[in-house]
């Protein structure tokens, strides 16, 4: 996901893992051996690792790394950059050390696929709604928090304070509108695969405030901004 310098050439690797979840290990040269590592350390690639664990020590050894699927075999520009600056954000904010999610590494893999030069805002979308239903985060889309309504073909708001969505009845002051469009396509996000929406045209403007609302509920529960968030909403803009 990231990687930190430490000492002259030696690096910090933060690794999302099928079988242990999110660890940390020591890349000794890293830097220096394109033999071992190569282009593996680059953020979002899958690679197959091979590393040591020593007892008491919080950080692996990690001696290689063979790469499956790099983000540079493909074009990469600003807005894709940014995409994959956020998924990476989000998975090292949210997740524990070795707690394995397979769920959330299988949502990653997909979104990784669908994520192309001006064709990032769909996997975005699908990938912070997803996330925040993963871990918890996400109440019903489809009823009213507070009373229970509902929702029918209405828009519904939702709050910077609060989890989940309200019907307009039981909104507050400073909510923010989640249009009936965006909220019917929330229920097809979590009722359908990624690739289900691969044809679909997707400007920026596309489910904009549903991109906020997943964005906030992130944020809110992780008590501090994320910064890739804030460049994709520019982006957008």
Do not use: N
């Amino acid at each position: 996901m990231r990687t930190w310098p430490m000492h002259e050439a030696d690096q910090i690797v933060s690794l999302f893992t099928r079988a242990q979840g999110r660890i940390k290990g020591v890349a000794k040269s890293a830097a220096k051996s394109r033999r071992r590592f190569g282009g593996a350390l680059e953020p979002m690639t899958w690679v197959t690792a091979s590393y040591v664990e020593k007892p008491r020590q919080e950080l692996v050894r990690l001696d290689a790394c063979e790469v499956i699927v790099s983000p540079l075999s493909d074009p990469v520009d600003y807005p894709r950059a940014a995409a994959l600056e956020f998924y990476a954000e989000v998975l090292e904010e949210t997740l524990p050390d070795h707690d394995p999610h397979d769920a959330v590494f299988r949502l990653l893999l997909a979104v990784l696929g669908q994520t192309r030069t001006s064709r990032i805002w769909m996997p975005v979308t699908y990938f912070s709604l997803w996330m925040t239903r993963l871990l918890g985060w996400m109440p019903s889309v489809t009823h009213c928090t507070v009373c229970g309504e509902a929702f029918a073909d209405e828009a519904a708001w939702f709050h910077a304070q609060t989890d989940g969505l309200v019907c307009a009845r039981e909104k507050r002051a400073g909510s923010r509108i989640l249009s009936a469009e965006s909220l019917a396509l929330a229920r097809r996000i979590f009722a359908s695969p990624i690739p289900a929406f691969e044809q679909e045209e997707w400007p920026p403007s596309r489910a904009a405030d549903l991109r906020r609302f997943a964005t906030q509920s992130l944020e809110r529960h992780l008590e501090r901004r994320l910064h890739a968030a804030a460049a994709l909403v520019k982006l957008a803009q």
